[in-house]
């Protein structure tokens, strides 16, 4: 399920479309703000470039309201927006090479005294991870969401979901000397 | 549940309560043509912006190139922005607007142009038409065969991950999947494809052909040989037989060389007609021994990767982004995206085509001529 859209420029409720979407936004906004930026961080690694990425993905998908006709799929819209504005983070972080000694909070050295070293020891790990496999995770085991949901999120089937999940945590068991 | 499941669940919990409250206001620009600006919900620090009418009545031309320095360069390229493509002259004016909607374009011949369109989640159609010297376009036609399965988005990052043959009988895609990195080529004329992939953990992007059989592009096939090694630059006989990815020889590995840093990283480059030399977008490090980000670009040998002449630098901000570097048929003249703004260098100069983008609307998503 994708969120539905109305042809471009014929919005889909021409007047009422857009004050309903607004209205939804902003308690989507008011109720999910706080866990977007969370998940962000999971995937960036560092609250700041979380930060940033939430707000584009509300400015992008405020910029399209009035295309927006299905206002209960908006959630799962702006999250796809937000996974896809991290992905975008860390093309662009791979290419610069500013980042060759960067080292995000959440999986840094000194995250082992906020957190505690077992923490780390796994963020760690899942930076091994490719970005896919790490996106399926976090959506996963941090924002419980299911094969549908996290294949909505994504942009791939449900079989892909669970292979990759399936392969990140046969992985991340290896890294973590948890092999049965 | 595992083990491991358990301690994910309990690392992403408490790493996601090192974020609390407050977080930064969220401002949200406003319908474009509405020059105003309204609180939404102040309460829940939602703030509408409004960016300024005036400001959106020109989408943004910057001051004209040197004409002296456009001698002999194309009149007119193709972009995509904002899901349309469009035919655009040497100052970035629309001059005409093709029909359908579309996320990527490439030529091979600078006439012949092949577009890229989404059709659905993920699946991609390509279409054909021809630019007149005149700026006028034939109407798209549909490459044949089946459509292409990609990730959903697949062009929007990676325009380049696109590319036409100089003969244009092929188009190239190089893109992830969830495991494989994976090199497709189409034949324009019957719709066969071919694909080439290998397990990585590492990332391609960024084709282009060296000659009409041989597609180059960027690839780390290991995740972590870009934080030690920088950027290889893989070919592919696409005329031999065989379907792994591996069999790519290595063009160039490691850094270009730009002044006295060797320490440089390459995010895009283009084939020169001369069949020789290729030209690339280098972009220096900012560290403690001078480097400051910035970006040039520097014909090399194709063979040994040394310099063969000076580099042009790019005046945008330190480490800006450069997805999209053509050149054009003489080879002296060159057209970038940077950061969602066309920019050229004609010999060897560089000037800005369009103004920065004030949103997302108005960044380029790709271009060719």
């Given at each position: 399920m994708e969120i539905e859209i109305a042809s471009f420029g014929r919005p889909a409720r021409a007047d009422v479309a857009p004050v309903m979407g607004v209205e939804t936004l902003t308690a989507l906004f008011r109720e999910h703000h706080l866990g977007l930026v969370r998940t962000a961080l999971m995937i960036v690694g560092d609250r700041a470039t979380a930060e940033d990425v939430v707000q584009d993905a509300f400015v992008a998908v405020h910029r399209r309201i009035d295309r927006v006709s299905d206002h209960d799929r908006m959630l799962p819209y702006i999250r796809a927006t937000v996974v896809n504005g991290c992905r975008t983070v860390l093309r662009k972080r791979r290419l610069a090479?500013?980042?060759?000694?960067?080292?995000?909070?959440?999986?840094?050295?000194?995250s082992a005294a906020l957190l505690g070293e077992d923490r780390r020891e796994v963020f760690v790990a899942l930076r091994t991870l490719p970005h896919r496999q790490r996106e399926a995770l976090v959506l996963r085991y941090?924002?419980?969401?299911?094969d549908a949901e996290i294949a909505e999120v994504m942009g791939i089937s449900h079989g892909t979901v669970r292979s990759t999940v399936s392969r990140a945590l046969a992985s991340l068991e290896r890294k973590l000397g948890e092999e049965a | 549940m595992t083990r491991t499941e358990d301690r994910l669940r309990e690392a992403f919990t408490d790493a996601a309560e090192t974020v609390t409250p407050p977080l930064t206001p969220l401002t949200v620009p406003i319908a474009r043509r509405r020059p105003w600006f309204i609180p939404l919900v102040a309460a829940a620090a939602l703030t509408l912006v409004l960016l300024g009418a005036a400001a959106l009545v020109d989408r943004g031309h910057a001051p004209e190139t040197d004409p002296a320095l456009l001698a002999?360069?194309?009149s007119y390229f193709v972009t995509i922005r904002d899901g349309k493509a469009q035919v655009e002259n040497h100052s970035g004016r629309a001059i005409t607007l093709i029909p359908g909607r579309y996320q990527a374009v490439a030529t091979g011949d600078h006439r012949t142009f092949f577009l890229a369109s989404e059709t659905s989640k993920g699946v991609y159609t390509f279409y054909r038409l021809v630019l007149s010297l005149d700026g006028t376009v034939t109407q798209p036609t549909r490459v044949p065969g089946a459509p292409l399965q990609l990730e959903e988005g697949a062009f929007e990052t990676e325009p380049q991950s696109f590319a036409a043959n100089p003969d244009g009988t092929k188009l190239a895609v190089v893109h992830l999947g969830d495991t494989n990195a994976e090199a497709i080529v189409i034949n324009t004329r019957t719709g066969a494809r071919h694909t080439w992939s290998a397990p990585t953990s590492g990332w391609i992007r960024m084709a282009a052909w060296a000659d009409d059989r041989s597609l180059a592009f960027l690839w780390w096939p290991d995740s972590q040989v870009v934080t030690d090694k920088g950027t290889e630059i893989a070919l592919l006989d696409t005329s031999a037989p065989g379907s792994d990815l591996r069999t790519a020889r290595t063009l160039r590995k490691g850094p270009l060389a730009i002044g006295r840093t060797n320490d440089s990283e390459t995010n895009a480059f283009t084939f020169n007609p001369d069949g020789r030399t290729l030209t690339a977008e280098v972009q220096r490090p900012i560290d403690s021994?001078?480097?400051?980000g910035s970006s040039y670009i520097a014909t090399v040998s194709k063979l040994t990767g040394r310099p063969t002449g000076g580099a042009a630098r790019l005046h945008a901000e330190p480490h800006s982004l450069c997805d999209v570097l053509e050149a054009d048929e003489s080879g002296e003249h060159f057209l970038l995206l940077i950061d969602g703004r066309l920019a050229r260098v004609d010999k060897g100069e560089f000037s800005w085509v369009t103004k920065a983008p004030r949103s997302e609307h108005d960044e380029y998503q790709d271009a060719a001529w």
């Open positions: 090479l500013r980042h060759r000694t960067h080292e995000p909070p959440v999986w840094s050295a000194e941090y924002l419980d969401l299911d | 002999g360069a194309p021994e001078g480097g400051d």
